[in-house]
């Protein structure tokens, strides 16, 4: 049984993005692989990537970019990641991005490149290149869906979120689509994210925006503990609607932020669900900390605890496992007497043993459940915090063993 997934919902278009999406055969025939996303003038963007000291070429192509223009095109290949490719891999970035600029007529540092695959294998240039005639001809405002697919390596299903808002008496909208399923755990975002609004907002708004969206939802993720080479999310304003946003505050500002977080909690929640082999969503709170990083630390202990992990799989009410991880998670003068846990709404630990109205039918009856929630109770401050996992299943072994094959 597999962790249940959602369908793309109705994709609102945004004004002023145009996506195309079409088949370079990377990897195979006929498969879309190819995403262009063209941005109409004016439009501001912000971004954040990866924290890998190994990060991809295009990862460091886009942050010199976004240094020297406003960006007009995003151009992603799936299939290759063009990681550990060294100067020949930014050679052949910049390659695609020339295509893209002399397609558009824009400068070369107008485009940005985004690829997602098995890292240490040269780009296909030639294939990319040739495909990027198709992906402008396909540009559309309502490519979201085309573009899901597009961007997608082992993911199972597509991934997007959408909502249309009042803010100050105009219609706004947010989309955004993103993928991963495996070597996720972000230090800032998820492997791909593109999330859209046709407001109006200054470039550093849209950047702290962006930033508060992605510290509550994408790095609140982990499937299983590896951060990739290309993690990148960006966050595009178009100011196509009436509301313009000029400061990072006031209602106007707060109601879109919430919007935007909306979206991103909604595409974190998908990557989970998709995890490579996951029959499980598992949410992991973690109460009464002295603070944010405590709470943290506990709650990823739980979250890549491979005892824990499958444990879940097998649906096995083994709670001893998920206290022996609170217990070595590293906690300074913890209190274990203070210390409560909970599955769902059953009562497991508490004063420092086992509850004593817990039975193993009532732990039974939870972990039998397609969504959990690990709710751990420290008692020993007022900051609360929670990430988002999956179970580790023979499905995870078989996908990351099979991967180049």
């Keep these: 049984m597999s962790v249940s997934k959602q369908p793309l919902p109705v994709m609102h278009p945004v004004a002023g993005l145009r996506l195309g999406t079409t088949c370079a055969g990377i990897k195979q025939e006929g498969r879309r692989d190819v995403v262009l996303m063209a941005l109409d003038e004016g439009a501001q963007v912000a971004a954040v990537f990866t924290r890998n000291a190994f990060c991809a070429a295009p990862v460091h192509i886009c942050c010199s970019h976004l240094a020297q223009a406003a960006p ?164 595009m304003a178009t100011g196509r609607s009436a509301l313009k946003i000029g400061q990072p505050r006031g209602e106007a500002f707060e109601a879109l932020c919430a919007a935007v977080n909306e979206v991103c909690e909604s595409l974190a929640q998908a990557i989970v669900r998709d995890g490579e082999g996951a029959t499980k969503l598992i949410t992991v709170e973690v109460q009464g900390g002295r603070d944010t990083d405590e709470c943290l630390q506990v709650a990823y202990a739980i979250a890549h605890s491979p005892l824990v992990k499958t444990a879940f799989f097998a649906a096995d009410p083994n709670w001893g496992r998920i206290l022996a991880v609170v217990g070595r998670a590293g906690l300074a003068a913890l209190d274990i007497d203070a210390v409560q846990l909970f599955l769902d709404e059953v009562c497991i630990v508490r004063d420092g043993g086992r509850a004593p109205e817990y039975t193993e039918e009532a732990g039974q009856a939870v972990m039998d459940r397609d969504e959990i929630n690990v709710c751990v109770v420290l008692g020993r401050g007022e900051a609360c915090e929670r990430v988002w996992t999956c179970d580790l299943s023979y499905d995870y072994v078989r996908i990351n063993a099979e991967y180049r094959t």
């Design 72 to 235: 007009r095109y995003l151009l992603t290949n799936t299939g290759n990641a063009n990681a550990g490719t060294g100067e020949q891999g930014m050679r052949d970035g910049l390659s695609c991005c020339e295509a893209v600029a002399r397609a558009a007529g824009c400068a070369t540092e107008a485009v940005l490149p985004f690829s997602t695959g098995v890292i240490g294998e040269p780009l296909p240039v030639e294939k990319i290149v040739a495909a990027v005639p198709a992906a402008f001809e396909a540009l559309t405002e309502d490519g979201w869906h085309e573009a899901a697919h597009g961007i997608l390596t082992t993911d199972t299903v597509p991934k997007g979120a959408s909502v249309q808002v009042e803010i100050a008496g105009k219609t706004v909208t947010v989309t955004g689509i993103a993928k991963g399923s495996g070597m996720i755990r972000p230090d800032m975002a998820t492997m791909l994210a593109y999330v859209a609004t046709d407001a109006e907002v200054a470039q550093p708004v849209l950047q702290t925006c962006l930033a508060q969206a992605v510290n509550r939802s994408f790095n609140r993720i982990t499937v299983d503990g590896d951060t990739s080479t290309n993690d990148a999310c960006l966050l």
